[in-house]
């Protein structure tokens, strides 16, 4: 009898990439989709696994899984790029809400209603993978937000400290070298200009000073006929086209 012994390499499967999106209106999305130069775009897109909160599951992503079909965000744009760049299952949580600001709704020192939302999310996405026995590592922070902190003077001059103090508290819970990907406010942006210029100097100084911070110049992306103007009068908010441009610009930050 002749016994063969053959050495077994374990080889778990590698953990999956997780993206956290996180800001106000311009994350969120005000983009009507029947704008989208691509519709194709919208469709079903397995390689993207988006949360969706009213089925305490993750879907395809694909337009309705926030339960509403007239507007889209960044997510679209993003979980695609990612994929590509990856060459694997992707997946994102995302998380936002118009008209918030950081100083207030933001605040991670518990008074925060949208970050103890953000958080909330967050963690039924990842106790959904958990107990599906997927393997996964929180790979990155999309960050984009700072409209509402123009308005008021304090909470611009206070953006620095907060994004700050507001990273710092999302990396003690889902990883402390979390790469973070913050969207810089448009220099065209209808509002305070000092206050503008403030969060705008703010969100470069966190990027510049903390290990892991990128900063997306999202003027970059185009000129405000080509990214804003939804609808034509409203110089704030990113068209459908936009969105794509923000997302894939915001998964290069991680992936390239």
Do not use: C
């Amino acid at each position: 009898m002749t016994i063969t012994v053959k050495d077994v390499i374990d080889e778990a499967a590698a953990p999956l990439p997780v993206y956290l999106l996180a800001g106000q209106s311009n994350l969120q999305g005000e983009a009507e989709t029947v704008n989208l130069s691509d519709p194709s775009l919208l469709d079903p897109f397995p390689q993207a696994q988006i949360w969706n909160d009213t089925q305490d599951a993750f879907v395809d992503l694909a337009l309705g899984f926030d339960g509403q079909t007239v507007n889209m965000g960044t997510e679209f744009g993003f979980g695609r790029q990612a994929a590509a760049l990856s060459n694997d299952t992707v997946y994102v949580v995302k998380y936002g809400r118009g008209a918030t600001s950081l100083a207030e709704d933001w605040n991670p020192d518990g008074t925060g209603a949208q970050y103890n939302e953000f958080v909330q999310t967050v963690d039924d996405a990842l106790t959904g993978l958990a107990t599906s026995g997927v393997a996964y590592t929180v790979a990155g922070l999309v960050w984009q937000q700072g409209e509402s902190d123009t308005y008021v003077n304090r909470f611009a001059q206070a953006y620095d400290d907060n994004l700050t103090q507001f990273i710092g508290r999302v990396r003690e819970l889902y990883g402390e070298t979390l790469p973070v990907s913050v969207g810089q406010l448009r220099s065209d942006l209808t509002t305070s200009p000092d206050n503008l210029a403030l969060v705008r100097a703010a969100q470069q100084a966190v990027a510049d000073a903390t290990l892991g911070v990128s900063l997306l110049n999202t003027d970059a992306l185009g000129s405000a006929n080509a990214v804003l103007r939804v609808p034509q009068n409203d110089l704030t908010h990113y068209s459908a086209d936009g969105q794509i441009l923000l997302g894939q610009a915001h998964a290069e930050a991680f992936l390239l």
